[in-house]
Nanobody, 124 residues
Framework: QLQLMESGGGSVQAGGSLRLSCAVS????????LAWFRQTPGKEREGVAA???????SYSDSVKGRFTISRDNSKNIVHLQMDSLKVEDTAMYYC??????????????????WGQGTQVTVSS
């Protein structure tokens, strides 16, 4: 069972940067896949980046080239570096984990473990 806790959200002006972190515990040395999803009111949860157990990364077209997902194995933390932020990146961001390497090919409900979310607000 994975426990996930996000941090690093906040408010920033368009063009700025934020780094989200997802602290992972409970994996007991097992490898896992972790993805970042985001959601705005009235819309479905959207996957934006994922890193699988082999550290292969994937990104949605909407963030490719601007967001970078990475894993710090020594601290069991996955980061999402978000650069060149746009107003449309405003959302609640969630990290999701699973022991299956879903990447971004899976629906949100396929991921078994979720953090509580962290708000990102980008203003013009």
């Amino acid at each position: 069972q994975l426990q996930l806790m996000e941090s690093g959200g906040g408010s920033v002006q368009a063009g700025g940067s934020l780094r989200l972190s997802c602290a992972v515990s409970g994996n007991k040395g097992s490898t896992y896949c972790l993805a970042w999803f985001r959601q705005t009111p009235g819309k479905e949860r959207e996957g934006v980046a994922a890193i699988d157990s082999n550290d292969i990364t994937s990104y949605s077209d909407s963030v490719k080239g601007r967001f970078t997902i990475s894993r710090d194995n020594s601290k069991n933390i996955v980061h999402l570096q978000m650069d060149s932020l746009k107003v449309e990146d405003t959302a609640m961001y969630y990290c999701a984990g699973d022991f299956v390497d879903y990447g971004l090919d899976a629906a949100p409900h396929d991921y078994d473990y979720w953090g509580q979310g962290t708000q990102v607000t980008v203003s013009s």
